[in-house]
T-cell receptor, first 114, second 113 residues
Framework: ETGVTQTPRHLVMGMTNKKSLKCEQHLGHNAMYWYKQSAKKPLELMFV???????ENNSVPSRFSPECPNSSHLFLHLHTLQPEDSALYLC?????????????FGSGTRLTVV | GQQLNQSPQSMFIQEGEDVSMNCTSS?????WLWYKQDPGEGPVLLIA?????ELTSNGRLTAQFGITRKDSFLNISASIPSDVGIYFCAGPNYGGSQGNLIFGKGTKLSVKP
């Protein structure tokens, strides 16, 4: 399998639930990212990982917790979310953290918090 | 901070028409990227531009890196229904600690057969 794969594609969770989003890339990239996409807002960077080390946390609430166990996998652990956290969560990867040659995105996880 | 302003926000066109959209910034960019996002999918890179004045084509798509380095343009010729989607411009965010991309809000394109 090639490209960036995200699971699940859709997730509905209650505000007291704990769930995790998974991202996997088979492109040999060294950097991975989580973005949040809400309606009528630009893509918002959440986290950047370079060679499995977190290099940026863009003022994201602690109810979002990323994990990068190796250069091919990235997780986003979710707990006690709010309805306003409902959005499309996109994972991306690139050769290097600069992203100057573009990112490869996954198809996203559509999250609904009820 | 750096911001990218895209216009128009949305377009409704007839199949076969040409499309033009642009992206501007108050800051200079050394790289411009154009992405397309199909409904229910993640963005896909269409064209990358690395030099002021550069004009690059990808099939019916043509993008230009503005001479001032503060803008970029994307044109689609002879639009077809599968061109429907949201088109984003993006560029490196030099203010980020490790560098990353920032994105415009997108231009939503609708094509009427």
């Amino acid at each position: 399998e090639t490209g960036v794969t995200q699971t699940p594609r859709h997730l509905v969770m209650g505000m007291t639930n704990k769930k995790s989003l998974k991202c996997e890339q088979h492109l040999g990239h060294n950097a991975m990212y989580w973005y949040k996409q809400s309606a009528k807002k630009p893509l918002e960077l959440m986290f950047v990982y370079s060679l499995e080390e977190r290099v940026e946390n863009n003022s994201v609430p602690s109810r979002f917790s990323p994990e990068c166990p190796n250069s091919s996998h990235l997780f986003l652990h979710l707990h006690t979310l709010q309805p306003e956290d409902s959005a499309l969560y996109l994972c991306a990867s690139s050769h290097s953290p600069g992203g100057g040659y573009g990112y490869t995105f996954g198809s996203g996880t559509r999250l609904t918090v009820v | 901070g750096q911001q990218l302003n895209q216009s128009p926000q949305s377009m409704f066109i007839q199949e076969g028409e040409d499309v033009s959209m642009n992206c501007t910034s108050s800051s200079i960019f050394n790289t411009w990227l154009w992405y397309k996002q199909d409904p229910g999918e993640g963005p896909v890179l269409l064209i990358a531009l690395y030099k002021a004045g550069e004009l690059t084509s990808n099939g019916r798509l043509t993008a230009q890196f503005g001479i001032t380095r503060k803008d970029s343009f994307l044109n689609i010729s002879a639009s077809i229904p599968s061109d429907v989607g949201i088109y984003f411009c993006a560029g490196p965010n030099y203010g980020g600690s490790q560098g990353n991309l920032i994105f415009g809000k997108g231009t939503k394109l609708s094509v009427k057969p």
